[in-house]
């Protein structure tokens, strides 16, 4: 069986445009960011909402846990 490749080869430093150094256009780049930090404010906003409601936190993998 071969062996997994993870070697880091390149990092994206904070505050970059990852759709512009993966070689998307200009203006489709900067798009494409807009949208996503907008679906991450509504991510937060959701999780912030649920959290104050007394609901279960979840972790990064998805499991949640009781309820309190």
Do not use: H, I
């Not at 990852?18 to 991510?43: G, K, N, V």
């Amino acid at each position: 069986m071969s062996k997994v490749d993870t070697r880091v080869r390149r990092v994206t430093k904070p505050g970059a445009n990852l759709f512009a150094e993966l070689d998307f256009a200009p203006e489709e780049a900067r798009l494409y960011q807009e949208q996503s930090r907008a679906l991450m404010s509504q991510a937060l906003a959701l999780k912030e909402q649920l959290t104050s409601r007394g609901a279960p936190s979840c972790d990064e993998e998805g499991s949640c846990g009781p309820l309190a």
